[in-house]
């Protein structure tokens, strides 16, 4: 079973940083894209951010100028570095991915557990 794990989250204060890391759980043959998505209270879920397995990114123009996202392929982890962070920002953070198990399967949708990021002073 695939799993992505997430960290970073936690409680920032206004301007100030935060930095996410995913990690696959275990060995797996291929991951496309890479997708960062957040959910605040009483919203939808929305993208953020993407990276694809050649490293071309797109921003939601929230985010846009602010926030940075990478990946390690060597090591199958996706990064978010937040910078000057607003309360707006506050929300649970959930990576995603395209990810090929075995040389042979097809590539399948995965989600991580979400980690809350707070933005208060």
């Known amino acids: 079973q695939v799993q992505l794990v997430e960290s970073g989250g936690g409680l920032a204060q206004p301007g100030g940083s935060l930095r996410l890391s995913c990690a696959v759980s275990?060995?797996?043959?291929?991951?496309?894209?890479m997708r960062w998505f957040r959910q605040a209270p009483g919203k939808e879920r929305e993208l953020v951010a993407g990276?694809?397995?050649?490293?071309?990114?797109n921003y939601a123009d929230s985010v846009k100028g602010r926030f940075t996202i990478s990946r390690d392929n060597a090591n199958n982890t996706l990064y978010l570095q937040m910078n000057s962070l607003k309360p707006e920002d506050t929300a649970v953070y959930y990576c995603?991915?395209?990810?090929?198990?075995?040389?042979?399967?097809?590539?399948?949708?995965?989600w991580g557990q979400g980690t809350q990021v707070t933005v208060s002073s």
């Open positions: 995603n991915a395209d990810i090929m198990v075995y040389a042979s399967n097809n590539y399948l949708n995965y």
């Open positions: 275990r060995r797996i043959f291929s991951i496309n894209i």
């Open positions: 990276i694809s397995s050649g490293g071309s990114t």
